[in-house]
């Protein structure tokens, strides 16, 4: 796992304790902060259009390093205060999660519509976002290149996606104007210059912890379907497309908790390293690919449920589901690929 | 390919002559002409109802042969003769072939209807099919464990299919009741006993006609997209499944080509040699598979182009129509594996 790249700060040298963790809670509280300061600003337009997508961006990614700390590290951290902010910050990375999420949903099964039709996609500009600007429509191509059925397809996943997203939106704008928020930044300000931590931790060292994450992950990884995946095109993910079950399969369920262990894992490195593991980032690259496909196809098949659609609306929508299951197969397979390697190279 | 086990008649080895060419042409007509007395003795059902289904594959099998040897060894024979009769074999394997292909067509998408559905298939009798009795409707499942879409969508594919299939069967049966088949099976019956070859047949080696076969077919091969044939999940099967064109993907054409031409290819070393080439065989069936999920496809796009049904039905058809899109991309991938160790092996 790139150990030439590691010097001083090695994860598997000598040890790490909870000065570490504390360092890194407060330079992720720090982060939060200025990017929550960032977001205000965003909110006057004082920074162009993006500056509140990127503050957003920042916001969850800090909110999600503390709260794996929190887990991860628990032992070390006072447990009332500890147990008392992680489902606040849940909430908080939920709720902020949401309108980017079906923005890209929407992105991703129109860019899907487009390549379906054998469409050529018209260069796009960035997505505008924001969480305090009423959300602009997300690009949607030409539909001149689409057969009425694919057109008919997007224009209702488009308008389905853009009302959750405007929701979303509503949402979390009034979750950042609320006490609740205000009692969860109140805190995390606390711990930029102080963090919690119970006695015993200036002496304990922080790789046990660490490793019990990765071996999660690892028990966790070792279970999934792997050599099935490995094999291309095992049309595994497509079966049940046509069940009558309307949830998201339930095969996908392993593999996003696979996704979730490896995120921890990925953070509690960082706690211990500031070294990056290409192939950890990889790995959860395509994770998170076999999340956004398996999300696009549900949004493709809820849609088809709509009533009083056309057929045609209804078979490009069945069309799309396919692909994007197959995509769910492709995740998995670039998964498995990537994950050899690193068995092996570990 | 496989020159330990060939001695005799190895392939490779010194000439082998018109003298050859003639003794398979004699033998491959009297497989025809054994084939046909089996068929008609089926029809007055002595044998039992899977005689029939038998006897017309193995008079499509020598059709077939006769027919690519006619091709590939055209200098050795009578010009007159074999022009006149290589149009009638094409008639006699393309009429024969009609009702088998719709009924396996149907049976593969009644298959993936109930894999996408996540049902457990029941155990299928062997599918009784006879070009003289009345066909037999295609083994359907129970539909029981289907939603509404896929047993809609099943429902509409066995009506359709099964019309096909039965108008099929009676074209093949006026075929061979035709005054056009007796002529061909009165050639053939000559052929059993009196191979036409020109003057020069016995001096003429055969090699270099049976090399040019292979030449056609490795140049045919090289020019396929093998490349990304080779890159698992390219999505490349499924790029115009939703274009306006509802013609069968110009895509795939060119693998049905060297379809054909490793059938001649296969043909032309069975003339000079008995010995099986194993690969060649499953090359050949990962393009029969490309083949009939190709079809299948365009089947049930075709099935949701069918006025005034429900949505849920034709999204049923465009998931199947991914899926077997998606076949069509796995069958070039086991090709591009199977072509790949070939060639190096050679």
């Not at 790490?16 to 992720?28: H, I, N, P």
């Not at 054998?118 to 009423?134: E, I, Y």
Request: net charge neutral; glycine share 6%.
């Amino acid at each position: 796992m790139a150990q030439q790249h590691l010097e001083p700060t090695d994860p598997l040298a000598g040890p790490v304790t909870g000065d570490a963790l504390a360092g890194y809670l407060r330079s992720q509280a720090t982060e939060f902060l200025r990017a929550l300061r960032r977001h205000r600003e965003g909110g006057a337009e004082t920074q162009g259009p993006e500056a509140p997508v990127d503050a957003a961006r920042a916001l969850r990614r800090s909110v999600r390093r503390i709260s794996a700390s929190l887990h991860t590290f628990r032992p070390l951290l006072d447990p009332d205060w500890s147990e008392s902010l992680r489902p606040e910050l849940a909430w908080l990375s939920g709720t902020l999660g949401m309108e980017h999420a079906y923005e890209s949903r929407l992105e991703r099964l129109l860019l899907a519509l487009h390549r379906l039709s054998g469409a050529v996609f018209p260069a796009q500009g960035a997505g505008p976002t924001a969480l305090t600007a009423q959300p602009a429509p997300a690009p949607v191509p030409d539909r001149g290149n689409l057969t009425v059925g694919a057109a008919k397809a997007g224009a209702l996943l488009d308008r389905q996606l853009t009302l959750a997203r405007t929701r979303a939106h509503s949402t979390a704008l009034q979750a950042l104007g609320s006490s609740r928020f205000h009692a969860v930044a109140d805190t995390i300000a606390v711990l930029a210059s102080e963090v919690p931590l119970v006695k015993s931790a200036a002496g304990t060292d922080l790789h046990p912890l660490a490793a019990a994450a990765q071996e999660r992950l690892d028990d966790a990884a070792t279970a999934l379907p792997l050599v099935t995946a490995g094999h291309p095109y095992n049309a595994e993910a497509l079966i049940h497309g046509l069940s009558p079950d309307p949830s998201p399969h339930p095969q996908d369920a392993p593999w996003h908790q696979v996704r979730l262990l490896l995120r921890l894992h990925r953070y509690a490195r960082e706690v211990l390293s500031p070294a990056v593991d290409v192939r950890l980032l990889s790995a959860g690259q395509c994770l998170d690919r076999h999340r956004d496909a398996s999300e696009a196809a549900a949004a493709a098949a809820s849609a088809a449920r709509t009533p009083r659609i056309a057929p045609a609306t209804a078979y490009a929508l069945g069309v799309l589901h396919a692909d994007q299951r197959h995509e769910v197969e492709a995740a998995r397979f670039a998964f498995q690929q990537c994950w050899q390697k690193q068995a092996v190279s570990t």
